[in-house]
């Protein structure tokens, strides 16, 4: 009896602690993806699925944290217009409700951007809430 006691507990410690849920997982890289693709293909309409309303993206400019309002990342998106920006994900870690997420973008000749984003299931949905990047350009490289 102590044993069957001792694996019930177990069990629920563990679903209770577990993280990197398959299903969760996909849903995240699906909002990944909106973002990746909604850059690269001039869609802003999938910028706003991949992104809370009152997400910021933040980066560090002449050694000050520079603050970008999402909305005016996502105006800056010309519907239609696409460009050279590979983007993929390398890395996911989920716990319960929230994640981060490790993403590259690379525009070919430019810059070779990191970004780390925070997200959170916000009404049933992964959401970005938060986004920080650092870049090194490319052309320094060659």
């Known amino acids: 009896m102590k044993t069957a006691l001792l694996s019930i507990f177990a069990f629920f410690a563990f ?5 990197n849920h398959p299903i969760e997982v996909a849903k995240i890289k699906e909002c990944l993806a909106h973002y990746i693709e909604g ?3 001039g869609q802003p309409e999938r910028l706003e699925i991949a992104f809370h309303p009152d997400f910021n993206l933040y980066s560090i400019k002449n ?3 520079s603050v970008w309002k999402g909305q005016d990342y996502i105006a800056g998106i010309t519907p239609g217009k696409k460009n050279s920006r590979e983007g993929s994900i390398l890395s996911v870690d989920q716990s319960g409700n929230v994640a981060t997420a490790k993403v590259q973008i690379i525009i070919p000749g430019w810059r070779n951007f990191t970004d780390y984003m925070l997200l959170a299931k ?5 959401k970005i809430i938060h986004k920080s990047f650092s870049w090194v350009s490319l052309e320094e490289k060659e």
């Open 63 to 65: 050694d000050s944290l």
């Open 15 to 19: 679903s209770l602690t577990a993280q």
């Open 122 to 126: 916000y009404q049933g949905q992964w």
């Open 39 to 41: 850059t690269a293909n």
